[in-house]
């Protein structure tokens, strides 16, 4: 089956700075990369997706970058605010089955 | 609109009961998702619904874990004989495509 990993699985930055957590997957088969936001207490927040048909992807201040061919994306936060800290969790998926989670990255941004 | 829930929010149970943990969809998803969270960890999927029946249960862990969705919509998974090791968050999401699946706050689950 699909395995993910997550790394760094702890990370600091300083408000304003940019924030990066990178994911690999060993299923080429996997076609689609969803990233979640954990808050405490809370269910995963879907907060960006990638297709493999799309290199890159952004929405304001978060882009999602995908390299099918070393299998590894990334998820990019710009210009970080104290509101960012939580859980972000990578996953992989073949498409309309289950998630494969990566084990998640405690992002803190300190004020 | 509103989102997917799930109750209880909480559920305390000693160890050998029975428990059931219901989980209602945002309205039009026919696919349900059941997923299950130990501290620290991510996510680890259990079971799929594609309307009433299940698509996919290769996640339970065994057979005192079964789900059900008898009309399409409302899903309860049900555990029999409680061990501490099922002490974790009980997660649902729902999907109206193959692909973007929404969770619920999940349910938290301890046995005593």
């Known amino acids: 089956g699909e395995n993910v990993e997550q790394h760094p699985s702890t990370l600091s930055v300083q408000e304003g700075d940019s924030a990066v957590i990178k994911c690999t997957y060993s299923?080429?088969?996997?076609?689609?990369f969803p990233w979640y936001k954990q808050e405490l207490g809370k269910g995963p927040q879907l907060i960006i997706d990638?297709?493999?048909?799309?290199g890159e992807k952004k929405d304001q201040r978060i882009a999602v970058t995908l390299n099918k061919t070393a299998k590894h994306f990334s998820l990019h936060i710009t210009e970080t605010q104290p509101e960012d800290s939580a859980v972000y969790f990578c996953?992989?998926?073949?498409?309309?089955?289950?998630?494969?989670f990566g084990t998640g990255t405690s992002l803190t941004v300190i004020p | 609109g509103a989102g997917v829930s799930q109750t209880p929010s909480n559920k305390v149970t000693e160890k050998g009961k029975y428990v059931e943990l219901r989980c209602d969809p945002i309205?039009?998803?026919?696919?349900l998702y059941w997923y299950r969270q130990s501290l620290g960890q991510g996510p680890e999927f259990l079971i799929y619904?594609?309307?009433?029946?299940?698509?996919?249960d290769s996640g339970l862990p065994n057979d005192r874990f079964f789900a059900v969705r008898p009309e399409g919509s409302v899903s309860t998974l049900k555990i029999q004989r409680t061990e501490r090791g099922d002490s974790a968050v009980y997660l649902c999401?729902?999907?109206?495509?193959?692909?973007?699946?929404?969770f619920g706050p999940g349910t938290r689950l301890t046995v005593l």
């Open positions: 990638i297709r493999s048909n799309v």
């Open positions: 309205s039009g998803h026919t696919a």
């Open positions: 619904f594609q309307g009433t029946g299940a698509a996919d």
């Open positions: 999401a729902s999907s109206r495509t193959t692909d973007t699946q929404y």
């Open positions: 996953a992989a998926s073949r498409g309309g089955n289950q998630f494969y």
């Open positions: 299923d080429s088969a996997s076609n689609y």
